[in-house]
């Protein structure tokens, strides 16, 4: 199964727009951080999403958990899905979405959702890593 990459978009832009809703300065200071000392390229998300989430820790400690209630907010909107940050963690919202995304899906949802998260937690080359899953 591919993430359409429309999905990896949205991700992607969502991530950027909570980024900015903290203010332009700041947005550029949080991503030159994580470009520089994690080698994230925003432009690779959903690839990377653990290492950002890294970069927040350190830059923002608990008020990480900002970004990722105001992403999963954005992506709520979007996708016009109920997304709820439950954790501080980026990787966490997009988990959230996957499995959202996967049980829209026609064939066997329950295997799907399986999968996806086995990849996410126990493969490197996972789903928020790429956009393909096998």
Do not use: W
Not at 64 to 80: D, K, M, P, Y
Not at 101 to 117: N, Q
């Amino acid at each position: 199964m591919h993430l359409p990459p429309d999905l990896a978009a949205q991700l992607r832009e969502s991530v950027d727009e909570a980024f900015q809703s903290l203010g332009g300065a700041t947005a550029d200071l949080i991503l030159h951080y994580a470009r520089q000392r994690h080698h994230v390229n925003m432009k690779d998300l959903p690839r990377g999403i653990d290492e950002l989430d890294k970069a927040l820790k350190e830059m923002l400690g608990s008020g990480r958990r900002l970004v990722a209630n105001q992403c999963a907010e954005i992506l709520s909107r979007r996708l016009g899905k109920d997304i709820r940050a439950r954790t501080d963690k980026l990787s966490d919202v997009f988990r959230q979405v996957i499995k959202v995304y996967a049980r829209s899906r026609p064939s066997k949802p329950e295997e799907e959702v399986g999968s996806l998260l086995g990849d996410f937690e126990n493969q490197e080359e996972s789903l928020l890593s790429g956009t393909e899953v096998e």
